[in-house]
């Protein structure tokens, strides 16, 4: 059975950092895709950073230059660097691994405020 369990969400002023990090655990025999998406209260979810098996990554317009996704394949996990954090990055994080098939992480909360 798949578990990806993520952690480092929290509360942070504008301005302010965090890194996310997301930990998988059973057989996945090969992660090609893994990502970080997004959700906030009333609106969809959306692809916030993804990194490939050869580590080619896509960001969303609004993260670009903020954000970096990075991954470590020994030890199955995928990571989100946040800097510069702005009150509109406040949602929930989900990280999600294509491997075979589609997982999802729980989701962490992110809130930036002052």
């Known amino acids: 059975q798949v578990q990806l369990v993520e952690s480092g969400g929290g509360l942070v002023q504008p301005g302010g950092s965090l890194r996310l990090s997301c930990a998988a655990s059973g057989s996945i025999v090969r992660m090609y895709l893994m990502g970080w998406y997004r959700q906030a209260p009333g609106k969809q979810r959306e692809l916030v950073a993804a990194?490939?098996?050869?580590?080619?990554?896509a960001y969303a317009d609004s993260v670009k230059g903020r954000f970096t996704i990075s991954r470590d394949n020994a030890k199955n996990t995928v990571s989100l660097q946040m800097n510069s954090l702005k009150p509109e990055d406040t949602a929930v994080y989900y990280c999600?691994?294509?491997?075979?098939?589609?997982?999802w992480g729980q989701g962490t909360q992110v809130t930036v405020s002052s």
């Open positions: 999600k691994v294509v491997g075979g098939m589609i997982y």
């Open positions: 990194i490939t098996s050869g580590n080619d990554t």
